[in-house]
Each structure stands twice: as C-alpha cells, then as structure tokens.
C-alpha cells in the first residue's frame, strides 16, 4: 500500500465520482438527495498534475469548477464491508472536477451520457498524495478553493452525506477498485464557474494546497 505514494497519476485505472454528497450543493444545483450515492466515472488520462494548466475548450468560453477530497485506494477491493473498509484507504488527494456545463446540460436535455462534459483532458485537477497516517479524521476537514485570490468554495467533510467507509463499500459492490484508483467524494456548495485568464488555487486546510493556471485550449487541426 505504500508504493501508492506520488503514483496516483501512473496507477490508478480509474477515477470514481460521487454527485450530490453535500446537501448544500445539491440544493444549489436544485436537485434532490438520493438514498444511495450517485456515481459516475471520469478517465485517468482528465488528471493534470499540480501547477499546471487547465484547458477549456475551444469553443467554450467557461468551466464550473468543484473542490472535493479525493481518496486513494491503497490495494484491490471487492464487496469490501464498511467494518474494514478503512484498510483499503492508502491516503487522500485534493481534486477539482471541472465540467463544461453547457455541453452537460444540452446531452442531460436530450437524454443522453455527458462523459464527454466531465472527462476531457485537464477536468481533473489532482493534488499530492497525503498518506493517510497524516490525517486524524478525514470527516473533519476544510475544503476550500479561490479563483483570482477571491474565496468561493469554503466547506467541510463533516458534511458529507455518504461517508468515506459506505463509499467504498458501496462502490467496490459493484465494481473493483484498485491500487491508485481515486474516489472523488463531491463538493461543498460554492461552485461555479471559471474563465480563461483566471487562476484556481484550492486546500484542505493545514494539509495541502494546488494551484492551477486556466487557458482556453488551441483550436484542433483538422485534417
């Protein structure tokens, strides 16, 4: 389990995120709370490391960003129980899931996936491994996040509906988690949207922070 260290990046398969886990947003997005965790999964080819540059694309003009904590799963699980689920736990990163919610909302409206609004390249902002012996209780930490030095996001993961030993349960009933994959464990309210030009930089207090330059992506070349 200790090899995860820094290797998020190299060893994870996939990355896990849960919608609506903090009443306050869900309220702010005007959806309703679910009675089991809604999923759903972003590639790990959408990381982008610490300090670099997230990419808005071409012909979109924002993304909404979310601050979440994110966990790392240290070894294989399968139909873990909650009971010993924090064994499977190697440590946390900070994450942003970034959206580009026009496209979001127009595949929602014509009842189709949005993969394509969550998963691009540079929608998820990933920070440092933090082992988990350097944090006492992962369900009391501060999240918080700032574009242009302006506070937007300020939250903590007391608030979390589903906490972190259900959601690993939960998830590895249904799918297999491996060494290095990430669960994202959703956002406090706050989110909302960001420009190119602007900066994110984002923490969970006394622990970690990142920091994100934001540019619109270049124009593909068509052949």
Not at 130 to 149: G, M, R
């Amino acid at each position: 389990m200790a090899s995860v260290g820094n290797k998020i990046l190299s060893l994870g398969t996939k990355i896990v995120a849960v919608g609506r886990n903090y009443a306050a947003h869900a309220k702010e997005l005007g959806a309703a709370l679910s009675e089991e965790p809604v999923l759903f999964l972003k590639p790990t080819s959408s990381y982008v490391q610490n300090g670099g540059t997230i990419e808005i694309p071409h012909s979109m003009e924002s993304l909404v960003y979310e601050a979440e904590l994110g966990i790392v799963v240290g070894k294989k699980a399968r139909d873990v129980p909650q009971s010993s689920a924090m064994d499977f736990v190697a440590g946390y990163a900070l994450g942003l899931d970034m959206t580009a919610k026009e496209m979001q909302n127009a595949a929602k409206a014509a009842g189709l996936p949005w993969s394509l609004s969550k998963g691009q390249d540079t929608f998820t902002p990933i920070g440092d491994f933090v082992h988990k012996s350097a944090v006492e209780d992962p369900h009391n930490l501060e999240l918080w996040l700032k574009v242009d030095d302006v506070l937007k996001q300020k939250g903590s993961t007391k608030d979390m509906i589903f906490k972190i030993p259900y959601l690993v349960s939960h998830i590895s009933s249904y799918m297999t988690l491996f060494e290095g994959d990430v669960i994202l464990t959703g956002t406090p309210q706050g989110a909302g949207p960001v420009k190119a030009g602007q900066k994110i930089s984002a923490g969970i207090t006394g622990l970690t922070d990142i920091h994100f330059d934001v540019q619109k992506r270049a124009t593909p070349i068509s052949s």
